[in-house]
């Protein structure tokens, strides 16, 4: 069966600081790996997504970036955070077999700048 | 560009209970439509979802979902709430490519 992980689970970061989110899958070969940032009250917001190892596509530009080093690994990254980036985000797999697939969903981060 | 609206921010239901949680899309062909749940800290869990054939369609945890074309909707619903039915349920919706567009959810408060 597949699973996908995000650690960490918590992070409290203070602002200017660097950001590395990673989240990997398991269980299943060449998905579709996706990152979402959920604030209060706005739903899901899709920040990056990506079908093949070093191909992001970016959804908002922002101060985040995103890299696919390896088939199931997906790093969410930041050279400098701002209060603005506090949030939870999410990791989310797709199978590419198939056009309607659903998302599977990690546990997410918690990450607060302070 | 496609778009969802869940027009409910926050609903309370009476435990046993019937529950409707309403979704509109907006899409130019024929869309796949998902209802998702996510508990207080955690990733979200599918519950349904939709892109052919019978327009009723069973979930888990009892729940079901009617795709009304003509109303362009989508809504959850399930029969009598159970306390931990209490969550966030989102309803997203699919173009036959790489992304989905996601409502901004609804609460379900459920009282004893």
Known sequence: SQTIHQWPAT???????????ECTVEGTSNPN????RQAAGRGLQLLFYSVGIGQISS???QNLSASRPQDRQFILSSKKLLLSDSGFYLCAWRRTSGKYNEQFFGPGTRLTVL | A????????HI???EGASLELRCNYSYGATPYLFWYVQSPGQGLQLLLKYFSGDTLVQGIKGFEAEFKRSQSSFNLRKPSVHWSDAAEYFCAVGSGYSTLTFGKGTMLLVSP
């Open chain 1, 59 to 61: 959804e908002v530009p």
């Open chain 1, 11 to 21: 992070l409290v970061q203070p602002v200017g600081s660097p950001l590395s989110l």
């Open chain 1, 33 to 36: 790996l996706y990152w979402y």
């Open chain 2, 12 to 14: 309370t239901v009476s």
């Open chain 2, 2 to 9: 496609q778009s969802v609206t869940q027009p409910d921010i």
